[in-house]
C-alpha cells in the first residue's frame, strides 16, 4: 500500500509557469520499491492521458513526455518524491492533474515483476487566455 500526496497547481495565466509535486510514502504494513513515478491529466471531456513520467527502478533514470508536454514540461525526481515543472502553459492544458506511483508491493526481489500503480487524488490546474 502506497499513500500519494500532491501539491501544486492553481491559476495561471497563459504563458506563465506552475508547479507540481507528489510524493509517495509507504501505508502501515507496506513498503516502498518504486519503479516508475508520473503525471497523467484529465482534461474535461476527454480520457485521462499521460503527461510525462521517470523511471527509476533499473539502473539509469529515463524520461517519457507526452508531445504536448515535450519543451515544455520538465519531470524530476528525487528519493520518493517527484515535481512536474510547466512553463509556457496553455489554456489547453487547463484540467486535473493525478500522480501515478507504479510501486512494487512484493518488495526489491521483485521490480521485475509488474507493479501495481496509485494514485494522487488530482489537483486543479487551470490556465486562463
Known amino acids: 500500500q502506497v499513500q500519494v500526496a500532491e501539491s501544486g497547481g492553481g491559476l495561471a495565466q497563459a504563458g506563465g509557469s506552475l508547479t507540481l509535486s507528489c510524493a509517495a510514502s509507504?501505508?502501515?504494513?507496506?513498503?516502498?520499491?518504486?519503479?516508475?513515478m508520473g503525471w497523467h491529466r484529465q482534461i474535461p471531456g476527454k480520457q485521462r492521458e499521460m503527461v510525462a513520467r521517470v523511471f527509476v527502478g533499473g539502473t539509469t533514470v529515463k524520461t517519457d513526455y507526452a508531445d504536448f508536454a515535450k519543451d515544455r514540461f520538465t519531470i524530476s525526481s528525487a528519493e520518493n518524491t517527484v515535481t512536474l515543472q510547466m512553463n509556457s502553459l496553455k489554456p489547453d492544458d487547463t484540467g486535473v492533474y493525478y500522480c501515478a506511483i507504479d510501486n512494487q508491493d512484493y518488495g526489491p526481489r521483485y521490480r521485475n515483476y509488474p507493479s501495481k500503480r496509485y494514485w494522487g487524488q488530482g489537483t486543479q490546474v487551470t490556465v486562463s487566455s
Open positions: 509507504a501505508a502501515p504494513g507496506g513498503s516502498l520499491t518504486i519503479n516508475a
